[in-house]
Structures are given as structure tokens and as C-alpha cells.
């Protein structure tokens, strides 16, 4: 009896540890901070989970706090895209999109300052 009881403890305890795999698996994902300047032809798609976002005394910015920041920036001379975690930003106010008070979806002309 007490060797039944160990096995399937045994079995528990592996099966427990196969599925923590994936997770421990998706927290290696790569995540980019590279961001080029800002310019006139640059356009930059965001999306993300924020926090405190607040539009600037002149009204001319946006701040918010990201906990996970998605973004793609289109360039002439190419596309960068990455993930920022736990970052604070200042977009420009003429965006376009959606901003809530927990979560951000839409683009504006430029890159973001990393």
C-alpha cells in the first residue's frame, strides 16, 4: 500500500513539473529595446497592459506606465518590433486608437523613445 502511494505521489509530482515546462519556456521569449529615432516617415504600432496613464500639462503627450508593451515600428529602411516589460512612456497625444485605463491599442507618427 505504501509503495502504490508513493508511485502515484511520483506520478503527480512529474506531471505537475511537464506542464510548468511551456510557462518556464515562454518567459525565455526575446524581448527588444532597440528603437531608432524619431522621424517624420516612422510609424509606430502599439499595443499593450498600462498603468496610470495621464495626458501631460501642456496636452501635448501622453505618460503611462506598460507592464507589457507590444510594439512595431515601420521605417523606410525596415521594421522593428519588440516587447518591453515594466517601462514608463511619453507618446505623442496625437495618437490614434484606444487608451483605457489597464490597456492601449493604436498607432502615431514616430518611434517610441526607449
Known sequence: MIVMKSKVVGILVCMMMLATIPIAAG???EVGYECG??????KTIIRGIVLFPKVSQDGKT???LALRLSFRTIEP??????VVKL??????????????NFYIFGSFRGSLDI
Request: aromatic content about 18%.
Open 27 to 29: 518567459l525565455n521569449s
Open 37 to 42: 529615432t524619431t522621424g517624420i516617415f516612422d
Open 62 to 64: 501622453i505618460n503611462f
Open 77 to 82: 529602411d525596415g521594421i522593428t518590433y519588440g
Open 87 to 100: 517601462h514608463r512612456f511619453q507618446i505623442p497625444n496625437n495618437f490614434k486608437g484606444y487608451l483605457g
